[in-house]
């Protein structure tokens, strides 16, 4: 096989290190468009439904992957893509791929550079003449808007489908419309959530502060009442880590970014069930509105010393664990949730821990891993989040 190798992988539509072919089925990216717009008006409904993850579109003329092949053997090949989720990637390729060759893949970054990301590959289609389409399923799960061009009129949700009966925690809704207050709770009707709304900013902090897995907040309140970002600043400055979403319909009062407000997302109304689903799902059942998860370790506590160790037995452990929940192996999944569980307090992780605990307690009360797929989701979702303290980081 033909290797091409590239010097300079800035990561734009069509960017390659020399004059010649674009990628391994020679489409520049006008030619590509055309081809992927065809094949997205095709691709069928029942296809999406299908899918746990849901896809967002990520048209690169040009990525680098490297496949491992039999006997040692590995190639390079620049490759078209046509998306990615935080599951997965599609690329287009010029020959039969066998599903089970492991790839790695240099994702482009928006604001330049590349970033490497290991997979294997799960299926090989034939689109027309040479062209195939290559699924590869991610070892570990990414945060998709990292990739893609910030938007934050569109937050980058990771589910493609959400069973509402696996909604389940504590959530507080405040908003100063009755009809946008009866329309959530309508919407949560088929779900464990328990909902706590009201149109008072105070009680709202009251009841977020006491117990709380993820707020909505109306950020456009009413005349003489808070502005609703000052409400989230005034959480974030008394400790209040949970997710946070503002909803709002004026375009004008939003800051720069979610970060600047200090939200995990700015969702415009009016407001549809899927969003919120899909928004519920992402903070409470996946755990990404938490961001990276520190040690609480101070700097010169001596288990800082045993760090790296422990965060590559945690890395180990969610291989093992996805190979268990593969194989629905109950004894071993509840043995890796349980040392997560006797091991992370003491390395400062004691969110971490309570995840752990929680798929302990699952398992527990389940005869099936299947069963408690949200719990363990959770857990995989912490596990991926943990870092070392910021000062050795």
């Not at 009966?165 to 919407?187: A, K």
């Amino acid at each position: 096989m033909t290797i091409r190798r590239i010097t300079n992988a800035s990561g734009k539509p069509g960017a390659h290190a020399k004059a010649g072919r674009p990628n391994t089925i020679n489409l520049d990216q006008r030619a590509l468009d055309e081809l992927l717009n065809e094949l997205d008006d095709s691709s069928s409904a029942e296809s999406a439904r299908k899918r746990d993850f849901l896809r967002w579109p990520f048209r690169q003329t040009s990525i680098r992957i490297r496949i491992a092949q039999s006997r040692g053997i590995e190639s390079e090949l620049e490759v078209a893509c046509r998306n990615i989720s935080c599951g997965g990637a599609s690329v287009l390729h010029s020959s039969y791929i066998h599903p089970g060759s492991k790839v790695s893949l240099r994702l482009p970054l928006p604001a330049g550079g590349v970033e490497s990301v290991e997979g294997v590959i799960c299926r090989c289609c034939h689109v027309r003449g040479v062209i195939h389409e290559i699924g590869i399923k991610f070892g570990r799960r990414l945060d998709v808007g990292r990739f893609l061009p910030e938007d934050d009129e569109t937050h980058r949700f990771s589910l493609e489908k959400v069973d509402p009966e696996t909604l389940q925690g504590t959530v507080v809704h405040v908003d100063d419309s009755p009809m946008d207050r009866r329309l959530v709770q309508h919407y949560l009707r088929g779900t464990q959530i328990r909902l706590r709304q009201t149109d008072d900013v105070e009680e709202a902090i009251r009841w977020v502060m006491e117990s709380c897995d993820m707020a909505f907040i109306d950020v456009d309140l009413g005349p003489g009442r808070p502005d609703g970002f000052s409400v989230v600043k005034r959480l974030r400055e008394s400790g209040c880590q949970i997710p946070i979403v503002a909803l709002t319909s004026d375009a004008e009062n939003r800051p720069t970014s979610r970060a600047d407000a200090r939200v995990e997302a700015m969702l415009p109304k009016p407001i549809t069930q899927e969003v919120i689903l899909r928004a519920l799902a992402e903070f409470i059942l996946l755990g990404a509105g938490s961001g990276p998860m520190h040690t609480s370790l101070s700097a010169d506590h001596p288990n800082l010393a045993l760090m790296d160790g422990f965060i590559a037995d945690v890395r180990s452990s969610v291989a093992s664990l996805r190979e268990c929940i593969d194989k629905n192996d109950h004894a071993r999944c509840r043995s890796i949730c349980a040392g997560i569980v006797g091991t992370a307090p003491a390395m400062g992780f004691a969110g971490l821990a309570s995840a752990a605990e929680k798929a302990v307690g699952a398992l527990n009360a389940a005869s099936s891993v299947a069963e408690c797929a949200g719990a363990l989701r959770t857990l995989l979702a912490a596990c991926d989040r943990i870092r070392p303290h910021r000062t050795a980081a």
